[in-house]
């Protein structure tokens, strides 16, 4: 078993979290018995930006396709070059190229972790976003018209198609059916979004219909933001277009203490073929953070949302045993340490005194002695 | 001082937690020397459309403009008629057609309310949000195409114009220009959403010109909602689109207690003339909760949301001593009750034995011994 795996660190903190990661899948192919092969990539950067002028070099579709799957760290840095502009040379168009239409993440309240929540027990809150990425409110056009003037008028467009809603909704029920609770919730703003919202509870009302044994509610969204910070227990599978998608799969981890550590699939499921051919679409894993420009070149980034991502990657790439002990090897570390300034292991925004270096190193440690 | 109001009380528990707020309205009015006339209506409400097959009446519009403000319970019964007809029909019509172009909602972690945050004590969160309340994602234009077929596509369009965006970020730099911060914090996804929010962050930009002495920041808003969970307490004024607006004074509420206690104010503060004048815009207040079609009927709604509209309301009409006095009046319940299941005044939601009446009626009580 052998894989080829882009490694994309991006900007930011996105450089300093990955070196933590690839010696995380050092130990784990080792201990496992597979091998990675890694290729460097310093593109999808605002340094690669800055110094040609565009996000990406020509040939970068060949070059990941050339790869089983794309770890990926972060990317933007706001100050020298605009969002949109970044983002939208880099990580957006990968998920839109390679039509990464699932973005999948967990969202765990793990040992250790001091939540912002009163009262809340490790383990009691559970459950995953899966949120449509390649279409939606994502969808990149529109313009301006009367531009200076008092009538200065701009229009983007919210795209929804029948094949875009009904896939991520089918991912979503197919992930329910796997897991305990069997209940999936549906993001939605229907009674204020009036034509693209009421389309998307008519499709999930439809799907329903395949699958008698989900219990489906609906919430939208800006109640069910409030349910996540008042009743985060009570959801398993929470389903969403690209925006709601990406609004709940930050405040899920943030309501779970700390959106350093929380991982993302950036998923093709239905993907044919394999690397090197033609129309091969990798998938990408990434943490949910950004590339953190305040607290970059400190080295005090957690990295357990790159080493989980990580740990996402092998699981896809079918080595299921790594990717277990991959993820129990963070639960052990981060239970063992004393979180709330006592730690000398534990990153400062989990209340730590440690750093990138240290907490990485712990879960390596905890890998390699397995 | 006289001032003629609409009351419009809508569906579910709106029904319910109106009374209260006019009753607390009354004493308030013969404490502080003032007369109100309030003028009743039950349509924009579900029992109307499902009677009537409208939700409102052909002369809707010149019978609220015969009133100086619009006090609004809540609408929609999904069980009966799709939200997105229940809410256009009614309070998104009210807010469209007399452009009560800004929505302001108070947040503050009240005494007595439980947070569902750990260690925040009262005050220490104390912020509005100053929401788009006519343009934005909210447009109701777009449609769709190849019906019932593979290709179906839905388009929604979301419409920013100079004037509309401009009027609600200036306003929100005059509130924060009023307060002890002076901080403005604009929410935007300019990274993701690629052509209006990257005008949003122009135009505040632009803006922020004019107010050199406020301190202006800016945060995608998926971070920005696990801001409102990790450190609520550093913000002062936060000014969002329609969509993001929404979410905020959903999330903020929920984050400092419960939403039913937090209330919307519906502006144009720019309106001419005054009632009975043909061109007469009116203003509309109404609590941030729905109608909660799965507690409606028993009675145990909270009613603070909806008497600190009418707070709100008066404040707007120019009462300010009366209206100082029943937000204290509203604090000083609240502070006296002992939440968390022991309580015989607060409702259910926060964590009390008491109902609808039981606490609107110790506002009410307060607001008498003044
Ligand atoms: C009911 C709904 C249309 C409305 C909105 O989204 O504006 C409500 O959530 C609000 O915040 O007033
Ligand atoms: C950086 C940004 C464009 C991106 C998104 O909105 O998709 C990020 O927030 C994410 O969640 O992956």
Redesign the pocket.
């Known amino acids: 078993r052998k894989y080829t795996i882009a490694v994309v660190p991006g900007d930011g903190i996105g450089v300093e979290v990955m070196p933590s990661a690839l010696r995380c899948l050092e130990v784990a192919s080792h201990q496992f018995g597979f091998t990675l092969e890694f290729r460097h990539f310093d593109w999808a950067s605002c340094t690669y930006y800055n110094k040609h002028g565009s996000m990406l070099p020509k040939d970068w579709k060949p070059l990941l396709q050339a790869c089983d799957a794309i770890l990926f760290g972060a990317v933007?840095d706001p100050a020298t070059v605009p969002d949109h502009i970044s983002?939208w040379g880099s990580?957006?168009t990968f998920r839109r190229e390679f039509d990464q239409y699932i973005n999948l993440r967990p969202c765990r309240l793990m040992p250790g972790v001091p939540s912002p929540l009163a009262g809340r027990e490790p383990g009691s809150i559970d459950f995953i976003t899966v949120r449509e990425n390649t279409e939606g409110e994502y969808s990149s056009i529109g313009g301006k018209i009367f531009e200076g003037t008092e009538r200065e008028t701009v229009i983007q467009n919210t795209v929804f198609t029948r094949i875009g809603v009904d896939r991520v909704i089918r991912y979503a029920f197919e992930q329910a059916r796997g897991r305990k609770a069997k209940k999936l919730t549906s993001a939605t703003k229907s009674n204020g979004i009036s034509i693209t919202m009421p389309y998307w509870d008519e499709r999930v009302a439809e799907i329903a219909k395949e699958y008698p044994d989900i219990e489906v509610e609906k919430y939208h969204i800006d109640i069910l933001c409030a349910h996540f910070v008042q009743r985060p227990h009570t959801f398993d599978v929470v389903v969403g277009s690209n925006l709601f998608g990406?609004i709940l799969?930050?405040l899920g981890p943030a309501c779970t203490g700390t959106i350093g550590i929380a991982p993302?699939a950036n998923l093709n499921p239905t993907a044919k073929g394999g690397k090197g051919d033609k129309e091969w679409m990798p998938s990408l894993f990434?943490p949910?953070h950004?590339s953190a420009p305040d607290i970059a070149g400190k080295g005090t980034a957690n990295p357990v949302g790159m080493i989980w991502a990580a740990q996402m990657m092998i699981e896809h790439l079918g080595e299921k045993q790594a990717a277990d002990a991959m993820l129990h090897a963070i639960e052990k570390v981060l239970g063992a340490e004393k979180a709330g300034g006592l730690s000398n292991v534990l990153t400062p925004d989990m209340g730590g005194k440690g750093d990138t270096e240290s907490l990485g190193k712990a879960v390596e440690n905890e890998l390699a002695n397995i």
């Open positions: 933007g983002l990580i957006l990406d799969s930050d993302s990434e949910v950004g």
